[in-house]
């Protein structure tokens, strides 16, 4: 294993929401910076997306690593596409009550109750919910009906959501969600990192590791890093761990930006063909056009059923060919 090779204490680019891997990139910076705002404000709703792999779920672990447990009570929910009473139960479960064969209502009292009991004793409730784009609207409506909860003009509970994109663009353009929309008190929305953060990144990753220099790195190598990466965590880290396995079976004591091409090309050939580009043979009259097939499973079933047109049609050509061939031969007298 590389990490014994370089004398890595663990793998520094694991995909697990670690907190000692924090880095505060520019975007992830912003991002603390609302959470911080809308958490001081004690209330209402709390909103960070990203795209896949943007470092959401790292964000939380930061933010669970850090908080100070004595006055804040944060639970913390990886939602599925459950429906508001659903919703709800777990919602109360993170509380610590029992919800088996309790009403709707009762539950509704106990989760007031706990709440609190939790104000009473200093303690505010943050609630973190992620994978919000997932939440159908009844769900989302059971968490907002929470929000309503206070004690002497004050909300005993914070509701903190994060999501991908389309989260975003759904609550701004549902008005199914208008209440919702107008208890955001903070949002920001994730971007992935500066081709400048690349260096910075992967070495405070290395070093939390145990790096002590080894390997060592060239400038190419960060470049190449962000492009094929695009920046985006979750996918730096996947290219890091390979290139570091690559690095440590060729015995390279310094990487260069040609090692990440050659990992890349290993990893692009690796991807199933359903996720590479396919080009359309030139059945087409008009130029060739690059198709994603995973983009719809229509296609692939199209250009499936024209494949097996084409060799049909093919089969007949040559069986007419044959014919058209034996017909244009002389024919030899039975005299001869």
């Known amino acids: 294993m590389y990490t014994d090779h370089y004398g890595l204490a663990e793998r520094p680019f694991q995909l697990t929401p670690d907190a000692r891997y924090w880095f505060e990139s520019r975007t992830h910076k912003k991002a603390m910076a609302y959470l911080g705002y809308g958490l001081a404000q004690g209330e209402g709703f709390i909103v960070i997306t990203g795209e896949i792999g943007a470092g959401k779920s790292t964000l939380v672990a930061h933010l669970m690593a850090t908080i100070d447990r004595e006055r804040l009570n944060a639970i913390s929910l990886v939602s599925t596409q459950v429906e508001g009473d659903d919703m709800l139960r777990l919602a109360a479960l993170g509380l610590g009550l029992q919800t088996e064969g309790v009403a709707k209502a009762q539950l509704l009292d106990r989760i007031e109750q706990r709440l609190r009991e939790e104000a009473g004793r200093g303690k505010r409730t943050l609630l973190i919910v992620d994978e919000a784009q997932n939440l159908p609207v009844s769900a989302l409506e059971e968490l907002r009906m929470l929000s309503n909860f206070t004690s002497q003009g004050r909300a005993l509970i914070q509701i903190f959501l994060l999501g991908q994109p389309e989260f975003r663009d759904r609550v701004a353009a549902d008005d199914s969600l208008e209440q919702l929309r107008q208890r955001v008190i903070a949002a920001h929305h994730l971007e992935a990192m500066d081709a400048n953060e690349i260096e910075p990144y992967s070495i405070h990753r ?131």
């Not at 002590?212 to 965590?233: D, I, N, S």
């Not at 996947?238 to 290993?266: F, P």
């Not at 198709?291 to 059923?305: F, G, L, T």
Request: overall charge negative.
């Open 206 to 336: 290395l070093a939390v590791a145990g790096w002590q220099g080894r390997p060592g790195f060239e400038p190419e190598a960060f470049a190449a890093l962000y492009r094929h990466t695009g920046g985006v965590p979750r996918k730096l880290n996947q290219l890091a761990t390979r290139l570091l396995l690559y690095a440590g079976v060729e015995g390279l004591e310094t990487i260069g930006g040609g090692d990440v091409e050659a990992v890349a090309a290993d990893m692009a050939a690796d991807r199933p063909a359903s996720a590479s580009k396919r080009v359309l043979p030139l059945r087409q009259p008009t130029a060739d056009v690059a198709v994603d097939a995973s983009m719809d499973p229509r296609i692939a079933a199209m250009e499936a059923r024209l494949d097996e047109q084409e060799a049909a049609v093919r089969r007949v050509l040559t069986v007419l060919l044959d014919w058209v061939e034996n017909e244009s031969r002389p024919r030899r007298s039975n005299a001869a």
